[in-house]
């Protein structure tokens, strides 16, 4: 391609700004920005035709229409946008209005020039006023997450800015039965905590079945520190609401919304929630981390260790407990879904290994079992039967009648933790 002659052509179809008449020709040369090329072309064609193509005011563009003398403008009222927002990595988009993406291709049309030579307005746009940005920010561009999104609507004149979440991870353990780990809506007031016109009676006019839960406990003070709007937690499973979960914990996200604060002291953080849930509930190994890691901690294939305390409604010999545990040890478990949890849940029968079972005497009537066993395996109903769903079981192995009284989670293992890559953290 001539670009000498190029450039003169694109110079006769009318007042061009100087980076509208360099963009065509943006893969041409490295380097320089696009008002720097067309300066340069423009020079190039007056010198070798002795003609005037000056490049007149901006705003005699017949492209942008002087859009392109305003990156500055725009730069400058997408940080206001972002004031008061801890902001270390942006993004820049620009929605170009439909008649100066309709001019920049027909200025190729009519120089004869491919309608996708060079770059369109729009990348200009985000890569000039992206450069100024960073600079009045002092923060660096990311094209995968930014911490803010700016969407310059050069049609409608306005600069939106999307503050992305902040995320903490650590483990929790619970300390206390009967929390839940998520908040639990009232089934019947819907969270109202009205039935019509009078106070719900089964929430007490709370608007939840409990009133506390792991995530009322750790996510406020998370959420105020970070200064966000709203937060989400998101578990590696869950425990039942009556049992405890002890040993290492719970591995957790807590999500914050258009956070103001990024930068946290994690130890500060730490001790914080803990005081705040007053023995409750617990957290250690706390992290800033990427979003990534929410769907990692909610994807883990965890194995988990349980202590169950077991009452029978017969006698049982140590002998026979000891059998019944050996028998259960290594076992594929058919499991169809639990009448506790059947409102809940898909009808379906489910298998789940047991690795380990270790099982102790307390009394003719009551023992302490100890169970390592995969992900999804329902412990109450391995030990109880469940009326025949759960086979084999404890209670069928035994021949009496079993209930777990209380159940302790010990530990939750999972051989594919990506929970020690760095690559998932901030700090």
Excluded at 53 to 80: H, N
Aim: aromatic fraction near 6%; include cysteine.
């Amino acid at each position: 391609m001539d670009v000498l002659a190029a450039a003169r052509r694109l110079l006769r179809t009318g007042p061009l700004c100087d980076n509208c008449l360099g963009r065509p020709f943006a893969e041409r040369s490295f380097g320089l920005g696009n008002a720097e090329r067309g300066r340069g072309l423009r020079v190039a064609v007056a010198l070798a035709d002795d003609e005037d193509f000056s490049a007149g005011a901006p705003e005699d563009c017949w492209v942008c229409e002087g859009r392109c003398a305003e990156f500055d403008r725009w730069a400058e009222r997408a940080a206001d946008a972002a004031d008061g927002y801890e902001t270390r990595t942006y993004q820049v988009g620009t929605r170009v209005p439909a008649l100066a993406e309709e001019n920049d291709v027909l200025l190729r049309e009519d120089a004869g020039l491919d309608p996708d030579a060079g770059e369109p307005l729009r990348k200009e746009f985000n890569r000039e006023v992206g450069k100024r940005v960073g600079r009045l920010l002092d923060a660096e561009v990311d094209f995968d997450r930014p911490e803010v999104q700016f969407l310059l609507d050069l049609d409608d004149d306005r600069v939106d800015a999307t503050v992305n979440s902040a995320f903490v991870y650590g483990r929790y353990r619970k300390l206390e039965r009967d929390i839940p780990q998520t908040e639990w809506p009232c089934s019947d007031c819907h969270g109202t905590g009205r039935a019509g016109s009078e106070t719900c009676d089964t929430c007490d006019g709370t608007g939840y079945l409990y009133p506390e839960s792991v995530q009322q406990l750790t996510a406020p003070v998370v959420e105020d520190v970070m200064e966000g709007v709203d937060s989400v937690f998101h578990g590696a499973g869950r425990e039942d609401v009556d049992a405890l979960m002890l040993g290492t914990g719970r591995p957790f996200v807590i999500e914050v919304e258009e956070p103001r604060r990024r930068s946290v002291d994690a130890e500060r953080l730490e001790a914080d929630i803990n005081a705040f849930a007053d023995g409750k509930v617990e957290v250690e190994g706390l992290r800033r981390c990427t979003h990534d890691m929410v769907e990692r901690v909610k994807r883990l294939d965890a194995s988990k260790r349980y202590r169950a305390q077991v009452e029978f409604d017969g006698d049982v010999d140590a002998d026979a407990l000891a059998d019944a545990a050996e028998t259960l040890e290594g076992a594929t478990v058919e499991q169809f879904t639990p009448n506790r949890v059947d409102h809940r849940r898909a009808a379906k029968t489910r298998t789940r290994d047991v690795y380990d079972v270790d099982a102790e005497l307390d009394d003719d009537r009551h023992a302490t079992v100890e169970i390592h066993g995969e992900g999804g395996l329902y412990i109450k109903e391995l030990i109880s039967g469940d009326e025949g769903r759960t086979e084999p079981s404890l209670a069928g192995l035994l021949g009496v009648g079993a209930v777990v009284t209380a159940l302790d989670v010990l530990a939750v293992e999972g051989e594919d933790e990506p929970f020690e890559d760095e690559d998932f953290f901030l700090d």
